[in-house]
């Protein structure tokens, strides 16, 4: 390496071909460190870009969901898909009430990462994290997304009304409809809606540029320390074909 720093920079270029080369090797190997390093961090860094699918969690079974999900009694062309306090890590910690929707049987649940089903941080997790995540290629996807209270609201116990209007609220949670950035111009609709003595926050989404599709549906409510939101995604493929399909799912969805 002194050998390299030494030598002028005009005498390696007008050097033998000899010494060039010699040189090239030594300036080479004192960047071998710094390579090293640099493919170690992209090594770690490209499982959570591309949501770590490969770290299984939990009582996901990648099979299609009417092979074990009872037919939905108010719909029986769709299954229910009701969460049991031991599905998720939220729910066996008691962060998360259980839900509901229904689903159509052919499709699939997925495995979701460690690292985004908030096992590592129960009962006091700081970011959103995902429960549950279903797919049928041809329809579309549906995940549920649960984010600490205290990530928009310093209220205990707040219902999503005193959050604030449904603007406010997908502002907040917007990205995590998306997978990546949220713009107020991809919002087409909202609607407030009661079941019992629950309400919530219905979103329609056109997002064009988000990574999960460039069609997202969204139903939000907030119970506990918790807001726990329902996000149906599509291609614009899957929506011209499957809209009604995704629309029913997203209604069905109740804590």
Same mark, same amino acid.
């Given at each position: 390496?002194?050998?390299?720093?030494?030598?002028?920079?005009?005498?390696?270029?007008?050097?033998?071909?000899?010494?060039?080369?010699?040189?090239? =090797?030594? +300036?080479? !190997?004192?960047?071998? *460190?710094?390579?090293? /390093?640099?493919?170690?961090?992209?090594?770690? &860094?490209? $499982?959570?870009?591309?949501?770590?699918?490969?770290?299984?969690?939990?009582?996901?079974?990648? =099979?299609? +969901?009417? !092979?074990?999900?009872? *037919?939905?009694?108010? /719909?029986?062309?769709?299954?229910?898909?009701? &969460?049991? $306090?031991?599905?998720?890590?939220?729910?066996?910690?008691?962060?998360?009430?259980?839900?509901?929707?229904?689903?159509?049987?052919?499709?699939?649940?997925?495995?979701?990462?460690?690292?985004?089903?908030?096992?590592?941080?129960? $009962?006091?997790?700081?970011?959103?994290?995902?429960?549950?995540?279903?797919?049928?290629?041809?329809?579309?996807?549906?995940?549920?997304?649960?984010?600490?209270?205290?990530?928009?609201?310093?209220?205990?116990?707040?219902?999503?009304?005193?959050?604030?209007?449904?603007?406010?609220?997908?502002?907040?949670?917007?990205?995590?409809?998306?997978?990546?950035?949220?713009?107020?111009?991809?919002?087409?609709?909202?609607?407030?809606?009661?079941?019992?003595?629950?309400?919530?926050?219905?979103?329609?989404?056109?997002?064009?540029?988000?990574?999960?599709?460039?069609?997202?549906?969204?139903?939000?409510?907030?119970?506990?320390?918790?807001?726990?939101?329902?996000?149906?995604?599509?291609?614009?493929?899957?929506?011209?074909?499957?809209?009604?399909?995704?629309?029913?799912?997203?209604?069905?969805?109740?804590?």
């Amino acid at each position: 390496m002194a050998t390299a720093s030494l030598m002028p920079t005009l005498n390696i270029f007008n050097a033998s071909p000899s010494v060039r080369t010699r040189a090239s =090797v030594i +300036v080479a !190997s004192s960047q071998q *460190p710094r390579r090293r /390093d640099l493919l170690l961090k992209t090594a770690v &860094a490209i $499982p959570a870009i591309l949501n770590l699918k490969e770290a299984p969690i939990s009582e996901a079974r990648e =099979v299609e +969901v009417g !092979s074990f999900l009872p *037919p939905s009694e108010s /719909d029986p062309s769709f299954v229910l898909f009701k &969460a049991k $306090p031991s599905d998720t890590p939220a729910l066996r910690a008691g962060n998360v009430q259980p839900y509901q929707f229904v689903l159509p049987p052919n499709w699939k649940q997925l495995r979701i990462a460690n690292i985004l089903s908030g096992n590592y941080c129960q $009962p006091k997790c700081a970011e959103p994290w995902i429960e549950v995540k279903f797919e049928n290629e041809k329809q579309g996807k549906v995940q549920v997304v649960a984010s600490p209270l205290i990530r928009l609201t310093n209220k205990p116990n707040a219902t999503i009304e005193d959050i604030g209007e449904p603007e406010r609220v997908i502002a907040s949670l917007g990205p995590f409809v998306t997978g990546n950035s949220y713009d107020s111009d991809e919002l087409v609709d909202t609607s407030i809606e009661k079941i019992g003595d629950q309400t919530y926050y219905k979103y329609v989404l056109e997002t064009p540029f988000a990574l999960t599709g460039s069609h997202n549906l969204a139903k939000a409510t907030a119970k506990g320390n918790t807001v726990v939101l329902l996000v149906v995604s599509a291609t614009e493929k899957q929506w011209q074909s499957s809209q009604k399909t995704l629309q029913a799912i997203l209604d069905s969805f109740q804590l």
